[in-house]
């Protein structure tokens, strides 16, 4: 009997409390702005080769999908850099890179084309160098270090006056998702690990014979070039690295006969690092790629 009664008293207070008399109209409408979402439709160069500027252009494809009766007037395209690296380390000794975000580019309605469903489209494209000096900063390592990026922000500035972008408020935007719309493009520099310039490597055999039939092979983007000791117990031979454009870089041993007699060093001529040694041993060296100490900063190579 106390369930029930407890049930009918909760009725009865809902019953009262929920009077139409005793409702609070709340208006979704007042104070809302109708919002707008810049689309992505391409992208291309989120990575930026810190050893390839002129071969990098980061090119985006839009289409700004707003409400019916919405005109736009114009998109502004800023230019911005994020330093990343503002550690200090053995290689990296620049410190911050502060940049004041610049317009780069404006365009407007007239340059805007008509897509589907006749939403305003349009598309813009910069070389990296162009977005280097646009920002005032140059691509070495006094101003720029391995994972720092540049942003390109997009505005949309409306014909009633209102502006849309990722900053502020009233200006939220789709990171991810369908509509990708974020209205702005991280481009990341990268560096790849690949040897540039002149190497040695210094050949020994303990039996005094060359290296029967092995070798050091050292292939840039599918060109093999192959380097041995012929005969006697040493040599040292110089490998002319390509310096730039190079995307994919292996450097492997290729055993012989007698691979336990075999020893090498890889040196960088720049700095006089050692890049990978193996003195003869039992076992000769393995077979395959050969794993090069760089460093800790790739962008030095």
Do not use: H
């Amino acid at each position: 009997m106390k369930y029930i009664k407890l049930i009918l008293t909760l009725g009865f207070i809902c019953t009262i409390s929920c009077e139409p008399e005793d409702n609070v109209a709340i208006n979704l409408n007042n104070g809302v702005v109708p919002g707008i979402v810049v689309r992505t439709l391409s992208l291309t160069g989120t990575t930026f080769d810190f050893f390839n500027v002129p071969e990098s252009v980061l090119a985006v494809d839009f289409e700004i999908q707003a409400p019916a009766g919405d005109v736009v007037s114009e998109v502004q395209i800023f230019i911005d850099f994020q330093d990343n690296t503002f550690f200090e380390s053995e290689f990296n000794s620049n410190g911050t890179t502060d940049v004041e975000e610049t317009l780069i580019q404006t365009i407007t309605a007239s340059e805007l084309a008509s897509g589907r469903f006749e939403y305003p489209t349009g598309s813009f494209s910069f070389g990296y160098q162009e977005l280097l000096d646009a920002a005032g900063i140059q691509n070495d390592l006094n101003d720029v270090f391995n994972s720092d990026q540049l942003i390109v922000r997009l505005e949309v500035l409306m014909e009633d006056g209102r502006t849309f972008t990722n900053l502020g408020t009233n200006s939220p935007s789709l990171e991810d998702g369908f509509f990708l719309s974020p209205y702005r493009y991280f481009s990341t520099i990268s560096c790849p690990i690949v040897v540039t310039g002149d190497i040695t490597i210094d050949f020994e055999d303990t039996y005094g014979d060359g290296w029967n039939g092995a070798a050091i092979v050292v292939t840039n983007d599918g060109e093999a070039e192959s380097f041995t000791l012929d005969d006697g117990a040493a040599t040292s031979v110089t490998v002319a690295l390509p310096t730039g454009g190079v995307q994919n870089q292996s450097i492997a041993f290729s055993g012989g006969s007698f691979d336990e007699e075999v020893g090498y060093t890889i040196t960088r001529d720049s700095d006089g690092r050692v890049l990978a040694s193996f003195s003869p041993s039992s076992d000769g060296p393995p077979n395959g790629g050969i794993t090069l100490d760089t460093g800790t900063n790739p962008c030095v190579r």
